[in-house]
């Protein structure tokens, strides 16, 4: 999905200082207040207030069944948040949460701290994992994003300017492919949701009503007009990709198979499309015949007028397919050529 020009994305990495209290943007689980009694309640309506009751009820057991799962991780640069992934203590998180860290503290939602290692990361997927050992912390339960649809309810538990583990809800909006964050990734696939996400929400979970992760809140929408973020406007990586990703980096410290197409070439903006700085000797784009200096015009018939947009296009596509790629060589000559695309290499 290619967004107005109107509208960007911003990671949800969250400054250590940063402590601003919005009203009705977020509610800390750790707080207490006081509210109605169940039978005081009933009767402002027939029907509606039991229903109502009992939805209420599902939240709380949601939140208070996943937040000690859900953790804060800081280092010298920001924070953000992470959910335990496994017995072992394995915390899987947004990669530019912990990017040019080099020493972590781990803040569960009881307040107790512990030192954390890194374990792997896999940038082009915004996913890393991070290990605290001997701490016994809880792991979350995920769930099958592929069963999701539009209009389930979601409920997003982080740690969004520094305020530990805080809870916003909405629905399922949308979902959405070849979103581009700010620093160039793009990102195959991501849910839409209306949950309140904000700095710090990064890596964080964003469950169903069973309690079970359906993704790790990303990005938010941001609007220049609006001198801000886009209200109801947040993306989460879908659980699928995460359970696959960071299980991978679990068993072997990196990735080993990305499922991402790959084109083999390194490229950069142009006049006309997107020039050829190098290419991968025994590569896709090598074996099809395209050459350091050839402007990439478009791929599987869309146009790739940007380096942005070639990512896009590719984040959409599959290893394995053959694809026409349109090609214009330094003389001028226009061709199409079938390539064959690879699959992304791990790190």
Do not use: C, W
């Not at 973020?229 to 359970?243: C, T």
């Not at 679990?250 to 084109?263: N, P, Q």
């Not at 490229?267 to 074996?287: E, F, I, L, W």
């Not at 007028?305 to 790629?325: C, D, H, R």
């Amino acid at each position: 999905m290619r967004l107005s020009r109107h509208t960007l994305l911003a990671p949800l990495l969250g400054a250590i200082a940063a402590a601003a209290v919005v009203a009705g943007v977020s509610l800390a689980t750790n707080s207490t207040s006081s509210r109605p009694s169940e039978s005081s309640s009933t009767t402002t309506g027939r029907g509606a207030a039991p229903a109502g009751l009992a939805l209420q009820g599902a939240f709380v057991k949601v939140v208070q069944s996943v937040s000690p799962s859900v953790v804060q991780i800081e280092d010298q640069q920001g924070l953000g948040s992470g959910i335990v992934f496994d017995s072992r203590g394995d915390i899987v998180t947004n990669n530019h949460v912990i990017k040019g860290g080099t020493s972590f503290t781990v803040t569960t939602s009881t307040g107790k701290r512990y030192p954390a290692k890194l374990i792997g990361a896999f940038p082009p997927d915004d996913v890393a994992v991070i290990r605290v050992s001997g701490a016994g912390l809880k792991p979350a339960r995920f769930a099958d994003s592929s069963t999701l649809q539009v209009g389930d309810l979601t409920i997003a538990i982080g740690n969004p300017l520094g305020l530990r583990s805080s809870v916003t809800n909405g629905i399922v909006s949308a979902f959405r492919q070849g979103m581009q964050e700010p620093n160039g990734v793009t990102l195959p696939s991501v849910i839409q949701t209306s949950a309140a996400i904000n700095p710090g929400n990064s890596g964080g979970a964003l469950v169903d009503v069973e309690g079970l992760v359906i993704g790790i809140p990303t990005l938010a929408a941001t609007d220049p007009e609006l001198g801000g973020s886009a209200p109801g406007i947040g993306f989460a990586l879908p659980s699928n990709l995460v359970k696959d990703i960071a299980g991978q980096i679990v068993a072997d410290g990196k990735v080993v198979d990305s499922h991402r197409a790959y084109l083999g070439v390194t490229v950069g903006d142009a006049t006309n499309g997107v020039v050829v700085a190098s290419v991968t000797t025994g590569g896709p784009a090598a074996k099809a015949g395209i050459h350091i200096g050839d402007l990439i015009v478009s791929v599987d018939g869309q146009p790739t007028s940007t380096t942005a947009l070639l990512s896009e296009v590719l984040a959409e596509l599959k290893p394995g397919q053959t694809v026409p790629v349109a090609v214009t060589s330094q003389n001028g000559a226009k061709a199409t050529v079938q390539v064959t695309l690879g699959t992304f290499p791990g790190s």
